[in-house]
Antibody, heavy 123, light 113 residues
Framework: EVQLVESGGDLVQPGGSLRLSCAAS????????MHWVRQAPGKGLVWVSR????????TYADSVKGRFTISRDNAKNTLYLQMNSLRAEDATVYYC????????????????WGQGTLVTVSS | DIVMTQSPDSLAVSLGERATINCKSS????????????LTWYQQRPGQPPKLLIY???TRESGVPDRFSGSGSATDFTLTISSLQAEDVAVYYC?????????FGQGTKLEIK
């Protein structure tokens, strides 16, 4: 079964840092792009970042550029999101999601999604 | 950025009736080299992550009931549920994957009348 499990969400003070992890199983992790998408409680979905299959290419939403870093460890089948200089508006549920395969047979839509991990930013 | 706008924001439909959700993009998401529309639809039930329903604007994901269908091209798209079931109560989102930043519609909340 294809599965993504996020972890690392926590309460952090404004200006603080946090690292999220996403453990993948049930598929060849190194063959896929991966994404982070966030959703404030009761609000819509916002794409955050993507990374290609070997980690050599990354892209960010303007709202997190320069503060967040996406990375992956294909040997550990794990995706990461390092979040620095956290702001109140970063307080949301963060989902990891699988994207395109290396041959682009599957496009860069998001399937599946993890269950999400909650980040709270408050003093 | 490509802005995705859904209509309506909420919708109440009787069981067994048709539900139609529209999605408009601020620029075309049709890629001319392969004639594919880079548009997906997701369903998000309360307390759950989104679930993929439709990709390439009209291809139903494996396991998705055939009462769900997608149509449209370039900038105007529609998700249709032909006969509403109780389990279809959810928020539905369209999303473009034509260019980054990937963007979603604001969501349409579907309820039973």
């Amino acid at each position: 079964e294809v599965q993504l499990v996020e972890s690392g969400g926590d309460l952090v003070q404004p200006g603080g840092s946090l690292r999220l992890s996403c453990a993948a199983s049930g598929f060849t992790f190194s063959n896929y792009w991966m994404h982070w998408v966030r959703q404030a409680p009761g609000k819509g979905l916002v794409w955050v970042s993507r990374i290609n299959s070997d980690g050599s290419s990354t892209t960010y939403a303007d709202s997190v550029k320069g503060r967040f870093t996406i990375s992956r460890d294909n040997a550990k089948n794990t995706l990461y999101l390092q979040m620095n200089s956290l702001r109140a508006e970063d307080a949301t549920v963060y989902y990891c999601a699988r994207g395109a395969d290396i041959n682009y047979i599957k496009g860069n839509w998001f399937d599946p999604w993890g269950q999400g991990t909650l980040v709270t930013v408050s003093s | 950025d490509i802005v995705m706008t859904q209509s309506p924001d909420s919708l109440a439909v009787s069981l067994g009736e048709r539900a139609t959700i529209n999605c408009k993009s601020s620029q075309s998401v049709l890629y001319s080299s392969n004639n594919k529309n880079y548009l997906t639809w997701y369903q998000q039930r309360p307390g759950q992550p989104p679930k993929l329903l439709i990709y390439w604007a009209s291809t139903r994901e494996s396991g998705v009931p055939d009462r769900f269908s997608g149509s449209g091209s370039a900038t105007d798209f529609t998700l249709t549920i032909s006969s509403l079931q109780a389990e279809d109560v959810a928020v539905y989102y369209c999303q473009q994957y034509y260019s980054t930043p990937y963007t979603f519609g604001q969501g349409t909340k579907l309820e039973i009348k």
